[in-house]
């Protein structure tokens, strides 16, 4: 009996440890809206720079739907935010950490490798925290919010990475 008791606290030791782990790494609905608007918005200068430096037909295309689909779940964004009137950042504030977090991409014959590898990087990332938020959030405008976008960032992952692998 001691045996079983000593291996049952050890499963709900180690389900409280996930069930920590999972709820220090929530963020306030606030917190959620300024880090996603401002990955938003780098996607969307990323972008904007790749349409103008690349010569493809294909990069200019995926560019063109991740500005849309991007600008649109900004202004989503903001609407939850006046809706629940929350404090969200400035948006000189938004748009100094959007330019923080713009990837590095050189000029050249790889521009376009370099630019559909980041895209995959950021949009994998962007997928995973809105996941993440939409699991642990209460807010049902923030759900609401993740279930229209993430079909989006899905294809748009799924492009980016067809990108990638024709370069």
């Known amino acids: 009996m001691s045996r079983m008791a000593t291996q049952v606290r050890r499963i709900s030791f180690v389900t409280l440890l996930g069930l920590f782990a999972s709820s220090a790494f929530a963020q306030s609905p606030a917190e959620f809206i300024n880090d996603a608007s401002a990955k938003g918005m780098a996607d969307i200068e990323a972008s904007r720079l790749a349409h103008q430096k690349t010569e493809s037909k294909e990069v200019k295309d995926f560019t063109i739907v ?4 991007r600008t649109t779940a900004n202004q989503h ?6 809706k629940l009137d929350l404090p969200v950042a400035p948006r000189e504030e938004m748009a100094d950490k959007a330019k923080e977090l713009i990837p590095e991409v050189k000029d050249g014959a790889t521009f376009d490798q370099a630019y559909a590898a980041s895209q995959v990087k950021a949009t994998e990332e962007a997928i995973q925290q809105i996941q993440q938020e939409a699991q642990t959030t209460t807010v049902p405008e923030i759900k609401a919010f993740a279930d229209e976008t993430l079909p989006k960032l899905q294809n748009h992952l799924q492009m980016a990475r067809s990108l990638q692998a024709s370069r």
């Open 77 to 82: 964004l903001a609407k939850i935010a006046k």
């Open 66 to 69: 991740v500005i849309n689909d």
